[in-house]
Structures are given as structure tokens and as C-alpha cells.
């Protein structure tokens, strides 16, 4: 038994414990349990329901509707069986997504223990549908909603949410989960303190009109178990600064929101988070013309290798220093900020233990994108199918990348590369933003995998013409982390 098979095998307990694993899942989970006492314990927490009293709570609540929750059973099988082919990002994706949408997600046992969920139990018809509002939770880091839909949906059916306060509030949706088209959580953002009424709208988008739900809420109640702090703390990783301006500490969440900034020179073509692409702001004479949200997943622990697309270290960590614990990081959202130019963001963790005084954050590596001096793009024709082998250079100071061949593999372009010049370097330290120009339109690559450390793959929608131009936009650098000591107790 190895560190790396208990990590698979935790990431499908909630699939076991809900009885939808596949059967080669069930009897590699089974002959694990036999031997780990740690995992059966740990399957034992989750055989825990969340809400005793709700039949909803029987049933995990997983992304997608029927059709999403058969791609995941298939993805969980093909990850088992598969378990040493480094997995793709659309199989993270899939997987990511129903894995972290459990009803009984730990996230929410701080506040069924505390009991501070907000009971609605009514239900009102939308055309054929029945709506059920079960509860509803009033975080500080988000609201989140409970409710069942009769009949289920199907196919590509859908319902939406819009919520707004007794004094006209209106709050913004982030998403939302269910299983089977039936049981579904939704997120939203957090409510003001002074509301007391909620208004839940909900509709179909086929069927006329909406129905409505009015909701007597005291979100005082909650924010009283919460903690909201301003550290105000600031760091310069030349010529880039990295703010953290608030904390908010919620019952089912923690967020950390932060700023980046750095100078208006014509040469930095952006900042990267991680691994994600740069993002700039591009301001025209009457104030900015482009502006750009993204979010983004933490894959789980045994799909990050040392090479791939999930390099080791590219997240953001959070330390609870008062009980040596590690805050798992569920996603970050980034967008750009219109009248600076730089990036605001928040980082999302699973909630922080209430008697945590002292936290660590440290920061995923930043990558400043700097243009070539010059412009560098290379021609081609794209293969109807198989490869085609190409020679073409692209180069940014000492390094290298030397484009040897594109293949269709699974309805993608891929493009293979060969490193050379990095040096003493890390051959992620140097990060490249590609392009290929389809028709009129630029298209940024996909995603880039390091197959070992002087070859890296490139993935791109397959271009709708045979003629493609291929360009190296800009280049990015990696910066030094840096740590963040967070005072929780004040």
C-alpha cells in the first residue's frame, strides 16, 4: 500500500460511499479499505449525512444532470483503470466538478453543527415543475441554496436563479450543482446584513412567467459565527506588486481577496496566475476595451505529476499555523481590473477551523509576459488527420522552442516542442503564450503539458481552415512566491 493509492482511492470515496462507483472502482476501494484503517475512517465520516431530518441529504448532491453523472462514473473508471497514464484535463474537469458538489460536503457540517441554516419548506409549481426550497445557508462567504425540482430535468433542460433583497439588492449567481436532475444546491453571492426578506425567482427559460419565493432571512444570525478581517498587507516581486486586502472566514468558505499591479509598460504583456494565460487590461483613449473573468479548479492530489499539465506548486497554500492543518484550495477567480489595468481575485478554500489564530498564505508563482522584440509567427497547413513534421524556431532571449511536428489527437491540435536554453533554469520557469490565427480570429492555446524537460505539448481547437498561423505572443518569466502571515484572531 503506497501514499500515492491512498490519495486515488480517498478521491473516490464519496463515488463509494454513494453506491455509484463503478464495479471496478467498488472492488479496488473494497480491497484498499480492507487493508487502510485510515481510509475506512475516513469513509465513515462520509457515510455521515449532513441534514438528518431531509430526505435530500440520503442522496449526494454531484454536478451535471443525468448525462454529466454518466460521464463521471465513466471518468472515475477509466481514471482506475488508467491510473498511471497522466489523465486529461477535460477527465480533471469532469471528475473535479462532481466530486466537490456532495450534499454532505465537510464544508457544510460547521454549520449543521451550529445550526444555523435557514428552514423554508415550501414548494410552488413552475409550468410542469414542482419547486421545492429546502433550505437555505447564509454564509458570509456565500449563500448557498437548497432545492429539489419534480419531475426531474432532462436532457438539456435547465432552471435559473435570481435572488434580490427586501431593500432591492440584487446578488449575483455562481453556480450551481445537482444530481440526477433533481437535488439541487445553488450558489450565490453573500447577502447584506441589513436584509431581511430574500426574493428566490425561479424559471425555466420555456415556460412563461417565474414563481417566486419570499423569504424571511436574519443574516446577522451567521455572521455572528464568522470572522471578516482587512490585513492590508503588501508585497513586491519586482516590478510586480501582490495586495491582499480582505478575509473573510465563513462557516462553508474562505476567501482571500487580492489585487496585482504592475507598471504600465508597453513591453509587460500581462501577468499569469499559475498556470493560467496572462490577462491585461487593454485600455483604449476612452478607458479600457477588453476586460476578462476566469476561474479555475485545483485538479486532485494524484493528477499533479512532475511533469504534465498540472505542475506540482502552482496553487495558492494555506496553512492553519494553530492547528497544523492545510486549507484545501477549491478554485480561483480572477478578472481584470478596468481602471488600473491589473488583476483582482479571490482565492476559495474549504472553511478554517473556528479556533484557527494564525494563518500562512503562500502564493502561487506569478508569471510576468513580456512581448518579443520582435514579431515571430510561422505558417502551416493543418493535417485533415495523422501529423505533419515542420521545423520552425521561436525565441525569447536564450530560449528556445523548436515546433518539430502538429498531430490531430481527440479532436484537438497538437503541436510538439523541443526546450532548449533554459540553463540553470526550471523548464516551467520560462512559460509561453501561443496563438494560431483561424480565418480572422486569434485563438489562445489550450492547455500546455511537459512531457519531460525539454519537451512540451501544446493543445489547440482544430482550426476551421487548413492555413494556419501559428504565433508566439509573449513569454512569461516566473516570480518568486512569497508568504503572507494572516492574524485570524482579531
Known sequence: MTKYECEIIKDLLPLYADGV?????????ERHLAECASCRKLLNEYMQPVFAESPAAKTSLVSGLDKAWGRLRRVAAVFMVCIIITATTIAWASYQTGRNMA?????????????????VNQSKKLGPYTITVDKILLDSARTTVFYSVDPRLE???NIYINMDDNKGVHYDPRGG?????????????????????????????????????EIPVDPTIVAQNTRE?????KKTI???????????????????????RWPQDPSIAGVGIGLDSPMYTVMGPNGPTSVESRGSSTPPAPMIKEYGAFLPGHWADLIDVTNGKRIKLNETRTQTDPVTGGIMGTFHFEPVDPSARELKLTS??????????????LEFTCPAQGEQELNGVFSYGPVTYNLEKVVIEDKQLVCYFILKGTGDKPPHYYRPEFRIKDKEYWKKHIRMEWLDDNH??????????DRVTMQLRSMGEMLPKVDFELDAAR
Open 21 to 29: 462507483a463503478s464495479e471496478a472502482s467498488l472492488e479496488m476501494v
Open 103 to 119: 450534499l454532505r460536503d465537510p464544508s457544510f457540517q460547521q454549520a449543521e453543527q451550529m445550526n444555523l441554516f435557514t428552514e
Open 155 to 157: 436532457g438539456d433542460s
Open 177 to 213: 450543482r445537482c444530481i440526477q436532475g433533481k437535488y439541487f444546491v445553488y450558489d450565490l453571492e453573500p447577502v447584506n446584513l441589513d436584509a431581511h426578506k430574500l426574493t428566490l425567482s425561479f424559471n425555466n427559460g420555456e415556460t412563461p412567467g417565474e414563481t417566486r419565493f
Open 229 to 233: 478581517f482587512y490585513p492590508n498587507l
Open 238 to 260: 519586482e516590478p510586480v506588486e501582490l495586495a491582499l486586502d480582505r478575509v473573510v472566514l465563513g462557516l462553508s468558505e474562505s476567501i482571500i481577496f487580492f489585487r496585482v
Open 364 to 377: 502561487p508563482p506569478l508569471y510576468l509576459y513580456h512581448f518579443p522584440e520582435k514579431e515571430q509567427t
Open 456 to 465: 512540451v505539448r501544446v493543445f489547440f481547437p482544430i482550426p476551421e481552415n
